[in-house]
């Protein structure tokens, strides 16, 4: 089992800058791709950026490429995710996720709050 906790949400100005962590426990995190997901208000859950575990390869939704950067460090067993430029449309809650290769996104985090005010 893998346990997933996030961390350093907030209320910021647009414009702002905020970092993520998402730190991971019971297992390591090593042999998983993981992944940061959001939900805004009365939207459906979105995949925003993910991290392959193998390479390091990564994914980026088309609204937030050039702005957001998904790191990991498994030395930490931790994922990042460095969001700079904030608009008001990336508030939502944010998700942590991991996947074992072949695998279903099974382990997930609590959520942080990210509210970017106008």
């Known amino acids: 089992q893998v346990q997933l906790a996030e961390s350093g949400g907030g209320l910021v100005q647009t414009g702002g800058s905020l970092r993520l962590s998402c730190a991971a426990s019971?297992?390591?995190?090593?042999?998983?791709?993981m992944a940061w997901f959001r939900r805004a208000p009365d939207k459906e859950r979105e995949l925003v950026a993910r991290?392959?575990?193998?390479?390091?390869?990564?994914y980026y939704t088309d609204s937030v490429k050039g702005r957001f950067t998904v790191s990991r460090d498994n030395a930490k067993n931790t994922v990042y995710l460095q969001m700079n430029s904030l608009k008001p449309e990336d508030t939502a809650v944010y998700y942590c996720?991991?996947?074992?290769?072949?695998?279903?996104?099974?382990?997930w985090g609590q959520g942080t709050q990210v509210t970017v005010s106008s």
């Open positions: 996720a991991a996947r074992a290769a072949g695998g279903v996104y099974d382990y």
């Open positions: 019971g297992r390591t995190i090593s042999f998983y791709n």
């Open positions: 991290i392959t575990f193998s390479d390091r390869s990564t």
